[in-house]
């Protein structure tokens, strides 16, 4: 599948605000919220995430179309990544180990907000290392 890839930017700086939030709230139960959203778009697909679907509906359309294309995957593979993190984090949080939410949320920050201002995608360049060694 191939997708438009102004989409995981616009995600991801929705993702990089509601982490931010998190961390100046501590907040588990925003955190867990925002795991979900990764979820969603890890195993149901990017059509399935709501940012994307807010992208599709509210943004998209008022775009000129893209000039290319890019495939699906490694987009889907870094949700995976920030879910993993997500879920760390939130147990961190709701289990009384805030330097384990903090440090996990930091991380997923970091890599949303690479991905939202540059355009780097880190769990996409993890995607591709990945699929390299496989094939090695």
Do not use: H, K
């Amino acid at each position: 599948m191939q997708i438009d890839p102004r989409g995981p930017r616009f995600a991801a700086a929705l993702t990089t605000l509601v982490l931010s939030a998190v961390l100046i709230t501590g907040s588990g139960a925003l955190l867990a919220a925002q795991t979900v959203v990764f979820a969603l778009g890890a195993f149901g697909g990017l059509r399935y995430s709501p940012y994307g679907w807010l992208y599709r509906v509210a943004v998209r359309p008022r775009l000129s179309p893209p000039g290319e294309l890019e495939d699906a995957r490694p987009p889907r593979f870094a949700q995976g990544v920030g879910a993993a993190f997500g879920l760390l984090g939130t147990v961190g949080y709701l289990t009384g180990g805030d330097w384990l939410g903090l440090a996990a949320t930091a991380l997923a920050l970091a890599a949303a907000f690479l991905n939202a201002a540059f355009g780097y995608c880190l769990g996409c360049e993890m995607y591709l290392l990945v699929r390299r060694v496989r094939s090695a």
